[in-house]
């Protein structure tokens, strides 16, 4: 399968741990977004990576949360000291990012419970 | 700032009977507008880019349209299998790379 990758799926923490997400892109997309998904609303903008540089990062996005994307392939997400507030579905996207085709394509998610 | 408005909340159909989803949105400069269809527990599924006013697509009983203020996903003799979230998204010019989107609507479609 060539869509977007996400792993792991489901991650379970204790409040105060750090956890770590990996998405890996579709190959040559050079546009990688990392979103949230609460119940109910629709995915919130996290963060924006175009090859390895991180063009953009919402002003809603706590200084715990980081994301790197070394060498332009494969992109994590880090949450530290993991808040009950954290708890949702974290999704990644990649996009060709060329004129004619600015549409993302989505992975299957991380669902995050912080307990 | 940039906005999208999804309406209704939650639609519940019966098979066959078609409707229509609104995507309302305000963008200084569309890009593009997206539609998106989301299963429970999954990452959502791309249907449709729409650039400019006028535009249409179709794919199967779905069929998007746009105008300058508001984009309409049409659903046509409905399936229980499309029952779904869906998800309308911009992507505006001053901000090529974030993708805001709507909160959803909620399609429910009884046999």
């Known amino acids: 399968d060539t869509g977007v990758s996400q792993d792991p799926r489901h991650k379970i923490t204790k409040r105060g741990q750090n956890v770590t997400f990996r998405c890996d892109p579709i190959s040559e997309h050079n546009r990688l977004y990392w979103y949230r998904q609460t119940l109910g609303q629709g995915p919130e903008f996290l963060t924006y990576f175009q090859n390895e540089a991180q063009l953009e990062k919402s002003r809603l996005l706590s200084d715990r949360f980081s994301a790197e994307r070394p060498k332009g392939s494969f992109s994590t997400l880090e949450i530290q000291r993991t808040e009950q507030g954290d708890s949702a579905m974290y999704l990644c996207?990649?996009?060709?990012?060329?004129?004619?085709?600015?549409?993302?394509?989505f992975g299957q998610g991380t669902r995050l419970t912080v307990v | 700032e940039d906005q999208v408005t999804q309406s209704p909340e939650a639609l519940r159909l019966q098979e066959g009977e078609s409707s229509s989803l609104n995507c309302s949105y305000t963008?200084?400069?569309?890009?593009?507008l997206f539609w998106y269809r989301q299963d429970p527990g999954k990452g959502p599924e791309f249907l449709f880019t729409?650039?400019?006013a006028g535009e249409e697509k179709e794919k199967e009983r779905l069929k998007a349209t746009l105008t300058k203020k508001e984009s309409f996903l049409h659903i046509t003799a409905p399936k229980p299998e499309d029952s779904a979230t869906y998800l309308c998204a911009v992507q505006a010019y001053s901000s090529a790379s974030k993708i805001i989107f709507g909160s959803g609507t909620r399609l429910s479609i009884r046999p």
């Open positions: 996207a990649s996009s060709p990012g060329d004129r004619g085709h600015t549409e993302a394509f």
């Open positions: 963008v200084s400069g569309l890009r593009g």
């Open positions: 729409l650039y400019s």
